[in-house]
T-cell receptor
Framework: AQSVTQLDSQVPVFEEAPVELRCNYS??????LFWYVQYPNQGLQLLLK??????LVESINGFEAEFNKSQTSFHLRKPSVHISDTAEYFC???????????FGTGTRLKVLA | SAVISQKPSRDICQRGTSLTIQCQVDSQVTMMFWYRQQPGQSLTLIATANQGSEATYESGFVIDKFPISRPNLTFSTLTVSNMSPEDSSIYLC????????????FGPGTRLTVT
């Protein structure tokens, strides 16, 4: 069965520094990959997704993630974070035939002034 | 995307009682899902709500404990029955549209505390 690992439960980083949030999944079958963000006291918002094509996907607020099939990874990066990026970030994987999401345990990103 | 609302946003309930959570979407959607997010943990899929038929439950979840209805393409309810403190969680509904069934949008969640 598919599983998703987010190794870092919390990541503190100073404002304007780069950050990488790691996500690995277990099964190498054809998958869709997602990053969701949950701001304090809000619901989950879709940040970006990989379905097919280019392995590098970008969001409108400067995040990017790269699909690496050989390493079964989909790490999230941002070259310069802002205080407003403080949130919990969830990686999710869906086997292409099922449309069911398996979520990682989440990474709490705290941006420090 | 879709605008999704959930009622109630939060509730505190007594052990042994039941709570029904509503999920309303502003457009017709193909699929609706219910998730649970226990304190400090990730999201776990409870079931897929099927319009006009019984919901499809994931392993570890049963209809007697979590009855689900979906009378039309924009509305669903999840009932948490005979509650215990272990049911204290955030319950979220999510939806996906025809032609984009792989992409889910989430409601704001219902924060349930059972005392």
């Amino acid at each position: 069965a598919q599983s998703v690992t987010q190794l870092d439960s919390q990541v503190p980083v100073f404002e304007e520094a780069p950050v990488e949030l790691r996500c690995n999944y277990s099964s190498s079958v054809s998958v869709y990959l997602f990053w969701y963000v949950q701001y304090p006291n809000q619901g989950l918002q879709l940040l970006l997704k990989y379905l097919s094509g280019s392995t590098l996907v970008e969001s409108i607020n400067g995040f990017e993630a790269e699909f690496n099939k050989s390493q079964t990874s989909f790490h999230l990066r941002k070259p310069s974070v802002h205080i407003s990026d403080t949130a919990e970030y969830f990686c999710a994987v869906s086997d292409t035939g099922t449309y069911k999401y398996i979520f990682g345990t989440g990474t709490r990103l705290k941006v420090l002034a | 995307s879709a605008v999704i609302s959930q009622k109630p946003s939060r509730d505190i309930c007594q052990r042994g009682t039941s709570l029904t959570i509503q999920c309303q979407v502003d457009s017709q959607v193909t699929m609706m899902f219910w998730y649970r997010q226990q304190p400090g943990q990730s999201l776990t899929l409870i079931a897929t709500a099927n319009q006009g038929s019984e919901a499809t439950y994931e392993s570890g979840f049963v209809i007697d404990k979590f009855p689900i209805s979906r009378p039309n393409l924009t509305f669903s309810t999840l009932t948490v029955s005979n509650m215990s403190p272990e049911d204290s969680s955030i319950y979220l509904c999510s939806v996906s549209h025809r032609g984009k069934s792989y992409e889910q949008y989430f409601g704001p969640g219902t924060r349930l505390t059972v005392t």
